[in-house]
């Protein structure tokens, strides 16, 4: 059974930093791997879909790494701001289908 | 493009009732996954719909059914509501190939009393 594990469950961080979050699954066969966002009490925001055969993704000041064998992800956000705030999520999709399994998140804090 | 949509936003209910939820998902999205978040057991797979057929199912009750309908659009039903059905759910809609990304809506949030 798939198990996805997110480490550090919170993390609070000064502006400016460039900082880490980590995904790590169980099961190496996935399909691929999306990071989201979450602010409190809303809908998760798609911030990077990375393919299984893909090694990474880069959008604006984020980066996702994926290293199907050892089955892990990170996602490096540069230069953080207090907007980043929020819960990280990690999901990963298994061969079966369309179903992702979720982590259980990262919150972010970022202060000014 | 409009987002995916979601009603209503917050309800109330009683134990024993039952619940009615809807998805609207992304204009030419053809599949429509359906999650429960809790604080306890985080986000949860309930099941996914793609032209109008259930494809994939979690491990929920059959208290927990859903449908879709032919211009994409789900609903999801919960008969019988128990205090743990409090939570937020929420939908996500994709193309519905493999590996297509999720778009997630702002969720309902139920609150069972």
């Known amino acids: 059974k798939q198990e996805v594990t997110q480490i550090p469950a919170a993390l609070s961080v000064p502006e400016g930093e460039n900082l880490v979050l980590n995904c790590s699954f169980t099961?190496?066969?996935?399909?691929?791997l999306q990071w989201f966002r979450q602010d409190p009490g809303k809908g998760l925001t798609s911030l990077l879909l990375?393919?299984?055969?893909?090694r990474e993704q880069t959008s604006g000041r984020l980066n996702a790494s994926l290293d199907k064998s050892s089955g892990r992800s990170t996602l490096y956000i540069a230069a953080s701001q207090p907007g980043d705030s929020a819960t990280y999520l990690c999901a990963v999709s298994n061969q079966a289908g369309t179903a992702l399994i979720f982590g259980k998140g990262t919150t972010l804090s970022v202060s000014s | 493009k409009a987002g995916v949509t979601q009603t209503p936003r917050y309800l109330i209910k009683t134990r024993g009732q039952q619940v009615t939820l809807s998805c609207s998902p992304i204009?030419?999205?053809?599949?429509v996954s359906w999650y429960q978040q809790t604080p306890g057991q985080g986000l949860q797979f309930l099941f996914e719909?793609?032209?109008?057929?259930?494809?994939n199912k979690g491990n929920f009750p059959g208290r927990f059914s859903g449908r879709q309908f032919s211009n994409s659009r789900s609903e999801m039903n919960v008969s019988t509501l128990e205090l743990g059905d409090s939570a937020l759910y929420l939908c996500?809609?994709?193309?519905?190939?493999?590996?297509?990304?999720?778009?997630f809506g702002p969720g309902t949030r139920l609150t069972v009393l």
């Open positions: 204009s030419g999205h053809r599949s």
């Open positions: 990375i393919q299984s055969s893909q």
């Open positions: 996500a809609s994709s193309l519905g190939q493999r590996g297509n990304e999720q778009f």
């Open positions: 099961d190496s066969a996935i399909y691929n």
């Open positions: 719909y793609f032209s109008e057929t259930q494809r």
